[in-house]
């Protein structure tokens, strides 16, 4: 899988952008995906996980802010965030995972072996 990411720039705060990850190669298979991001000397956190079953899950700092969606006939995962604060000023990526089939159950390993390039997010006061 090869994930192209598109999007980002620089917003002030309370203003929104919004991010593409454009997956190729085995897209025909089922996969999980998910929205990463990193700032400077800070860990890199798991924003928003997308099951195998296109369930999806925010994390607390940006629910109700961000969305992310899925065009199945783009293989594109979009992230759309709103409500930008100078917080969320980090380099984003975009992750893809296969799943595992475990009794029968196709569950999610969330190890990433495939990652898009990163867009950096720059939110001004």
């Avoid at 917003?11 to 897209?27: D, E, N």
């Avoid at 802010?65 to 604060?85: C, E, G, P, V, W």
């Avoid at 000023?89 to 009794?103: K, Q, R």
């Avoid at 569950?107 to 990433?112: E, L, S």
Wanted: charged share 20%.
């Amino acid at each position: 899988v090869q994930l192209v990411e598109s999007g980002g720039g620089s917003v002030q705060a309370g203003g929104s952008l919004r991010l593409s990850c454009a997956a190729s190669g085995y897209t025909k298979t089922r996969y999980c995906m998910g929205w990463f991001r990193q700032a400077p000397e800070k860990a890199r956190e798991e924003l928003v996980f997308v099951d195998v079953d296109g369930s999806t899950t925010y994390t607390d700092s940006v629910k109700g802010r961000f969305t992310s969606a899925k065009d199945n006939a783009k293989n594109t995962l979009y992230l759309q965030m709103d409500s930008l604060a100078p917080e969320d000023t980090a380099m984003y990526y975009c992750a893809a995972d296969l799943p595992a089939v475990i009794g029968g159950t196709e569950h999610c390993p969330r190890v990433w072996p495939y990652w898009g390039q990163g867009a950096q997010v720059t939110v001004s006061s």
